[in-house]
């Protein structure tokens, strides 16, 4: 690319003119949006699109009779039309292998699965949405805590107003929004647009948007573990800018997470299907190995070994994964005592309709949804305090109280008044 930056009549103001290089719709836009939006420019400008002549173009325009067809200001009265939303569908154009990995992975559509297929789901974020205290379902208050919650890591399906833009919250959203072109997915919630910097999505905090807090606290156990004190003392030093597929051990001492989900290592092809290398399931409610729309989970244990193997020897990994399997069973344990307890209860007519009113059932919820992962989820990453302190210790807590709100119940054949809940649970 060969262009001029001149002054544009505004102090501080710069006009980028392109020369050469790209066709004259393509530099139109990079001309105007230079001025108007010089922060995309600049990211454009520095990565590798700019680098490769990929322009807004390319990506951004769509034919007339697509669904997500609009113009902007800058095109009114020609036959060009754009989309300011861009999906997996699109980047598949160039990247048709790693959008298909990309597309059976938990990143594409099974996280969007609950926004958007589940009715509990969706009944637990009209409840957020204050329905209870007369907010009307579906209005955009009621909307609020979804749209800015849930939907900006799980993504949702995006509606579109008179002129084929998104509108009432459904876009921007997480990684796996569903798109009026039928693309599954947002590459952008890891590649950053618009400088799409390999840097970035290799760094653990491409992923912390998402992958922290109370319920899958993976960045605070990664910074936690051996792992994340390697990074956080060595980080800087390390080459993150190696080839695609060319990133190995040496140019890091330690893993990201894009080193143990994703990265080419050792014999292992790089792939962006980030559940292909997982063996049990730790995010619903009861562990099972792997199997069907979430992945094969004994060819996953295979592969993450064989991740393990660059850095650590037999012994260490075989204890390592034992820990792991010892741990989801101790999990099960506790979930399944709970579920009969529940069943009994359900039978004998001792649960109120309204679980979150129901301290049985809330509490539940968070053996599974809050302590119950921590426990898994810090045993896998190597986080002790987050196996313990932060897991185990609070879910033998949690199902102690749940076993006295058992036996009261049984005994008494009734369900207690009040509930003795705190509301935001054991954290």
Same mark, same amino acid.
């Given at each position: ?22 066709? @004259? ?8 949006? *230079? ?13 590798? $699109?700019?680098? !490769? ?24 009265? +020609? ?6 939303? #861009? ?14 990995? %990309? ?36 209005? $955009?208050?009621?909307?609020? *805590? ?45 590649? +950053?647009?618009?400088?799409?910097? #390999? ?6 905090? !491409?992923?912390?948007?998402? /992958? ?29 800018? !190696? !080839? ?18 994703? *990265? ?6 790089? +792939? /962006? ?5 997982? @063996?049990?399931?730790?995010? /619903? ?29 037999? +012994? ?23 579920? @009969? ?48 302190? /932060?897991?185990? %210790? ?7 109280? $749940? ?7 049984? @005994? ?6 009040? *509930? ?8």
């Amino acid at each position: 690319m060969t262009a001029l930056a001149a002054n544009a009549g505004v102090v501080g103001e710069k006009k980028l003119v392109i020369k050469r290089g790209y066709t @004259k719709e393509a530099a139109s836009c990079i001309e105007c949006h *230079s001025v108007k939006t010089p922060g995309i420019i600049a990211g454009w400008k520095n990565g590798r $699109m700019g680098s !490769a002549a990929i322009s807004c173009y390319d990506c951004h325009a769509v034919e007339k009779d697509s669904p997500m067809a609009s113009q902007c200001e800058g095109l009114r009265g +020609t036959d060009i039309y754009i989309s300011p939303m #861009v999906s997996a569908k699109t980047c598949a154009r160039c990247h048709p292998h790693e959008a298909e990995e %990309f597309s059976k992975s938990a990143h594409a559509k099974l996280a969007g699965k609950p926004i958007i297929e589940s009715e509990k789901f969706k009944k637990l974020i009209s409840t957020e949405g204050a329905d209870f205290l007369g907010e009307k379902k579906g209005s $955009m208050v009621n909307r609020a *805590s979804g749209a800015g919650g849930c939907q900006a890591c799980h993504g949702t399906e995006v509606e579109l107003g008179p002129d084929n833009k998104p509108v009432n919250m459904t876009w921007p959203g997480g990684v796996g929004t569903r798109y009026p072109d039928g693309g599954i997915g947002n590459c952008t919630v890891c590649h +950053t647009r618009h400088q799409f910097s #390999v840097a970035e999505a290799r760094k653990p905090e !491409a992923c912390a948007s998402c /992958h922290l807090g109370p319920d899958h606290p993976h960045i605070e156990i990664y910074e936690e573990s051996k792992h994340g004190q390697i990074f956080n003392a060595h980080g800087d030093e390390w080459n993150w800018e !190696a !080839a695609s597929g060319a990133w190995q051990p040496g140019d890091y001492t330690a893993p990201t997470c894009a080193v143990c989900h994703m *990265s080419g290592i050792g014999t292992l092809e790089s +792939t /962006h299907n980030v559940t292909s290398r997982l @063996k049990w399931d730790l995010v /619903h409610k009861r562990s099972e190995i792997r199997t069907g729309e979430r992945g094969d989970g004994i060819e996953g244990d295979k592969k993450m070994r064989q991740v393990c193997v660059s850095c650590h020897g037999a +012994t260490h990994i075989e204890a390592q994964r034992q820990l792991l399997d010892n741990t989801v069973a101790l999990y099960n344990k506790y979930w399944d005592g709970a579920v @009969k307890m529940k069943k009994e209860l359900a039978e004998k007519g001792l649960l109120k309709e309204d679980k979150w009113k129901d301290p049985y059932q809330e509490l539940m919820y968070y053996l599974w949804h809050h302590c119950g992962r921590r426990a898994r989820h810090g045993a896998a990453m190597n986080g002790p305090d987050y196996s313990h302190w /932060h897991g185990f %210790f609070q879910v033998f807590q949690v199902y102690k109280d $749940m076993e006295d709100l058992y036996n009261w119940r049984i @005994k008494n054949n009734k369900i207690e008044d009040l *509930s003795p809940v705190m509301s935001t649970g054991p954290i």
